[in-house]
Every structure is written in C-alpha cells, then in structure tokens.
C-alpha cells in the first residue's frame, strides 16, 4: 500500500511536461501513467473496502456489547424486584466483565474509524486527482493535434520552399537557353547577310563587265559613223 501512494505523489508531484519532452510518443507515456493509476486506484479501492468493513464490524461487537449491559443491567434490576439477590448479583457480575470488554471494543472501533476515515480521504483524493489528470490529458492531446498540425504545415512550407527554389533554378536554365538561342539566331542573320554581299558582290562584277562590253559597241558604232561623215 505504502509504495502505491509513494508511486502516485511522485506521479503527481513531479513535473509532467518534462517528464513527456524525454520521450518519443508522449500521449502513450500519459495513457500509461493513467492506465498505472487506475490499477493502483482498484488496489487502494479494495483496502479502502476491507478497512470499511473492519470499521462496521468493530461498530457492530461495540453496538452488541453495549446492548448486553444494558441488558444485564435489567435483568439485575428485575432480580431484585423479585426478591433474588444472587440472581441480581450474578447479573451484574456479568456486567462488569462485559464493560471491561466494552473498553477494548471502543479502543478498537476507535482505531477501525479514525483508519477507515482516511482511507475514505485517500480513496476519494485519489479519485479526484485521476479526474483532474484526465482533464489534463484530454487538453494535452489538444495541444498534440496542434503540434502535429503545425509541424505538417512547416514540412508543407519546406516542400514549397525548395519547389520555389527549383521553379527559380529552372527559370535560370530557361533564360540560358532562351540566351542561347538568340545569340544563335543573331549569328544566323550575321551569316546570312554575309552571303547575301558577297552574291551582291559577284553579280556586280558581272554588270561591270556588261556594261563595258555595251561601251565598246558604242565607241565602235561612233567610229563609223565618223568615217561615214568623213570626220576622220
């Protein structure tokens, strides 16, 4: 009994959100402390009932006791009325050992009520703190729920992190490319203008030429004409 009450102050005593921050699952530790003292509450339930009952019956030999004085007291009474004085005298002889009895009896129900009267104290304390760590665990595992909520809103929040860092890389290797491409494009149009002079290029040979072959006529049909006019 003494180590179920030394196990429950110490539960009760002790600081029980640094007990829970030692251990993975918490709300297993305190279902465990509660399943722990309900089984130490039958125990002390059970002892409670046992000294219940030791009181009754140490109520109920006083109660008897008493009863059989008062009743020697009248049959000795009723002896004496009647004339027989060794009647009476052999009632109240049983008296007298009857309330030496009665003393002890007393003594004993004493005893038998001031224990019941604290186990009964203990009993319900008990019972009271039980309630009141349940109340705490219903508020505890509230306050899990919340936790554990907010630790998946934290990892969401990583997760959303890190696809933000990959939209940015991504958007980087886009601009590389898009960079990339552009400059290819501008080389493309650099080369194609090259081509394009030099075609200009070798078609303006080829009219140099015509065109000089067209002036050669012309001197030539001049020159006739000079000899035609006898200007030579």
Known sequence: MAGILSRFKDIMSS??????????????????YLRNLESDLGKVKAETAAVMAEETRAKRELDECTDAINKMQAYAEK?????NEADARAFLEKK???????????QTYDIAKENSTKMRAMHDKIV???????????QLKAKMAVAETQE??????????????????????????NKKLDT???MAELNSSKDSSNIDDLMAKYDTQTSGASSSETDDELA???AKLGLQ
């Open 15 to 32: 600081n029980i959100n640094a007990l829970l921050d030692k251990v993975e699952d918490p709300m297993k530790m305190i279902d465990q």
């Open 128 to 138: 009271k703190d039980i309630a009141e760590l349940n109340s705490r665990r219903d």
């Open 79 to 83: 002896a004496l009325l009647a004339g």
């Open 152 to 177: 998946k809103l934290n990892k969401i929040g990583s997760s959303i992190d890190g696809a933000m860092g990959n939209m940015s890389k991504f958007d980087e290797m886009e601009a590389k490319i």
């Open 184 to 186: 290819a494009n501008a």
């Open 96 to 106: 007298s050992e009857l309330s030496k009895k009665l003393s002890s009896l007393q």
């Open 224 to 226: 006739a004409l000079k």
